[in-house]
């Protein structure tokens, strides 16, 4: 076999993966959904049942009447039927989680002067004099047809006539992100430093000693029992995983407040080499990060949202997943993080059975029904015999945020769920304004939607998440009011500027 005929083999086996993920539903993601859903279906059933018991004894107002009369001169079963109840109100309510409001959430923007235009990321490319025209032409492409414009932020290392990342430097990038937006957060909300009992931060690419949570107890003389968390390694999807956690602890702590943090440092991850597959977070990934405070009662402010669920997805048992988002060095010990080509197919696995176990939790029964139904029936009569019954996620949510990882991103996940163009504007729009700023991005498209004044009671948000390992994680809120736009903050100056046609040149 020739080079020629073994690229076309690896390309068709590639192909192959690329398969849309709603001709391959497995069924025991579908079982997990309505596991989860039907875990206080008793509590649901037992009211109607008890109707239906004494209608069914033929019992009337009379007879009711009669029946309490009787309980009345009988203290013993009085006494007795009260303890029932108490103790089954006693026992749903404990079985039941403590909601979890999210009180509010700031997001960062740097300052003007670092800007970073497509014309000026290729500037400060070529002035290192460590790429190769055939990188710097490769550099140009993908942030031509990234969706990225030319207002995102990188750290001031990166336009230095020779940039050398430091731990200084990412400690001053990461600080300088981090304070201000928790800063932010606690001028919006009125709330004290010390009021916080669980703090949790993520940063997948930079993990110092002592932590950024640290140094954020350290900024704002937080109380010394802080429970503080620091998540590293854990890609672009850490930010759910972090709000799963908080809501995790607070259901043991419930009577504290939980802050999130969530930021990536560009200042000591920027590859300065020549491999292709490690040059594309170069061209994507941007400054930013975002904070945001929850709590298990509406304290002294109004909570805007209500978290409903959080699902998670891990696909690190495979290889395949395991290795598409990938640090390490190059042929000339150069580290950078490696993005392979199976990438998007993993991302689509991934998502699959994520939305395949959130789905029975948020779809309308009919939904439910007419997907369920037609899955059991391709898997007796075969998956060429009967279409894929796509279910139609815009019934039961009204705002999409998903990951602003890439333009290519986006286009798979709107064509695969069927989702309009305004569905995709809050994400298409934060990748064009600020570049994929990692586990931040998802805050920053949901305060796009609340600059617009599109977010109102009783709407449903939608947050999806792919992250390294590889991971897809789901967040679904309800507002709990008309959330207005009011003060400074990331999109105040630019939102009537959008949107705009988000142009790829090829």
Known sequence: MDQHDLNLQIKEEREKKKISWLTSVKLKYVKLGYWDASRHFVWFVALPVLFVAIASLGLGRHDLHRLCEALHYHLANLLACTAAMVFAA????????????????????????????????????????????????????????SGLGDETYLPPVVFMAEPRGSMALAREETEMVMFSAVEELLDKTQIKAKEVGILIVNCSLFVPTPSLSAAIVRRFGMRGNIQSYNLGGMGCSAGVIAVALARDLLQVHPETLAMVVSTESCTLNWYHGNDRAK???????????????????????????????AVRTHKGA?????QCVFQDEDSSGTIGVNLS??????????????ITTLG????????????????????????????????DFKLAVEHFCIHAGGRAVLDAIQHNLGLSARHLEPSRITLHRF????????????????????????????????GS???????????????????????SDCIDRYPVPVVAFD
């Open 469 to 491: 390992g590889f991971k897809c994680n789901s967040a679904v809120w309800v507002a709990l009011r008309d959330v207005e736009p009011r003060g400074p903050g990331a999109w």
């Open 279 to 309: 040059l594309l977070p170069n061209c994507i990934f941007r400054m930013g990060g975002a904070a945001l405070l929850l709590a298990t009662s509406s304290r002294r402010i109004k909570p805007k949202y209500e978290l409903v669920h």
């Open 360 to 391: 029975p939790l948020i779809l309308p029964v009919s939904e439910q029904l007419c997907f369920f139904a037609t899955l059991v029936a391709r898997k007796l009569l075969g998956n060429r015999k009967i279409k894929p019954y796509i279910p």
């Open 318 to 322: 495979s290889d395949e997943s395991y």
């Open 341 to 354: 080509k199976d990438l998007m197919a993993q991302a689509g696995d991934a998502l699959k059975t994520n």
């Open 435 to 466: 570049g994929n700023t990692s586990s931040s991005s998802l805050w920053y498209e949901l305060g796009y939607a609340e600059a617009k004044g599109r977010v109102r009671r009783g709407h449903r948000v939608w947050q999806i998440a792919f």
């Open 90 to 145: 006693t026992l749903y309510a404990f079985s039941r989680p403590t909601p979890v409001y999210l009180i509010d959430f700031a997001c960062y923007k740097p300052p003007d002067e670092l800007k970073c235009s497509r014309d000026r990321f290729i500037q400060a490319s070529r002035s290192t004099g460590r790429f190769t025209q055939e990188s710097i032409d490769f550099q140009r492409k993908i942030v031509d047809r």
